[in-house]
């Protein structure tokens, strides 16, 4: 049997010092040393295989992280593990304080094809760094070669149904990174993904200096509420096309893996369109789609056809299957305005589900690493810019012994 982690790691604007990311924002050269210090400890306590990282404005910031762990990391192997030697040297615990370098060959670095280099006006990327390196080239999806045109449907009674609209989608508001990563004689398709955030899309009007919407002295509720509306359409357009990637991979037989900062918690639209439908308990009582009668349902038949068409492609949460298996009642990695969620994901296909009959493996268990989260909304919350805002989730898995 393989064991392996794989981990969600927003790191809240990673960038090098002296540098504007966003309007009158930047790093010290105190403040980013610090900041690479906290994550490089934060990875070294993850000790994860494969790590999908969010919000990377340049990809040599992420390479001293992940060095300055790799140092910490065989520090910590000197002082904690026996040489050969030692008789006890192949004790499991000892195997389980080592620490595996990622070394300077495992990384993938998707940068945001709207990103300038303009100071204040930079957009973040995303990457991933896998110890078991990729199969291939990872593949960037942001800039779409064809638009997605989203159809509204026309309202019962209208008389044009080409009045209803539709919503245009061209390019992501962050890249989505794909990679195939050789695990234990199987490859899997691993997506990183950083989905809109529920900040709200105010349009500034030609010739103005800002938008109206953004003038928090003359609020506007009506507007400030129209900005979100984009943004949630966006953010589930977006996860359309991660789940059209993932219908690929999925239909080509591969087993898949979605991780990454979802802006949105488990039962929200967007989360539920990555991860496909849950099926009906029996869809034999319902009325077939082309019913001319109140008799005409499905069959026994077509119920198992349906149920197993849907399960099929269908991704399962990490952390409820934990929470399912260890009755635990709460997991966040988000804290803000009072609310404490989770808005960062592991999925993965049925592949990996303990009740699938033919999976390749499962999950032993889920970790997530939130203590340094504050609520924002109190007083006496510390200032973490030089820390994330989000928690980093760890899935430990184990392999059925496939290569083996």
Known sequence: ???????????????????????????????????????AEQLLTMDADIVGFQEIFEQDALRDVIAHADSLGQTSNDAAIPDPSQRYHRKAIFRKLAYTPYGTTGLAFAPNSADTGEAGQRRPGVAIVSRFGFVGMP???????????????????????????????????????????????????????????????????????????????????????LGSLPAALRRMAEAWVLRREIIAELDAGNPVMVRGDFNDGEHAVSSEIISG????????????????????????????????????????????????????????????????????????????????????????????????LTDGSHPEAPYNKLASDHGQIIAHMVMDGVGS
């Open 1 to 39: 049997m393989t064991r392996f982690t794989i981990a969600s790691f927003n790191v809240k604007n990673l960038i090098g010092a002296d540098k504007v990311y966003y309007k009158f924002q930047s790093y010290t050269p105190e403040e980013s040393a610090w900041k690479q210090d906290w994550m």
């Open 139 to 225: 593949e960037i999806i942001q800039d779409l070669p064809e638009p997605v045109d989203i159809p509204f449907s026309a309202l019962r009674g209208a008389d044009n149904p080409d009045d209803a609209g539709h919503y245009r989608l061209r390019r992501l508001s962050r890249p989505i990174l794909k990679a195939r990563i050789p695990v234990d004689g199987q490859t899997i398709t691993v997506f990183n993904c950083h989905l809109k955030s529920k900040l709200g899309e105010h349009v500034t009007p030609a010739g103005a200096e800002f938008s109206p919407a953004s003038d928090l002295t003359n609020y506007d509720p009506v507007a400030r509420a």
């Open 277 to 372: 439908e849950t099926p009906f308990k029996n869809y034999a009582w319902m009325l077939r789609h082309d019913a001319k009668t109140s008799r005409d349902r499905y069959s026994d038949a077509q119920n198992e056809q349906i149920t197993e068409d849907i399960n099929r492609v269908r991704l399962h949460s990490a952390e409820k299957m934990f929470v399912r298996k260890s009755a635990r009642d709460m997991v966040y990695t988000s804290a803000f305005g009072g609310t404490f969620e989770s808005i960062d994901q592991i999925y993965m296909s049925r592949h990996f589900h303990p009740d699938y009959a033919n999976k390749i493996g499962e999950m032993e268990y889920f970790s997530v690493l939130n203590d340094h």
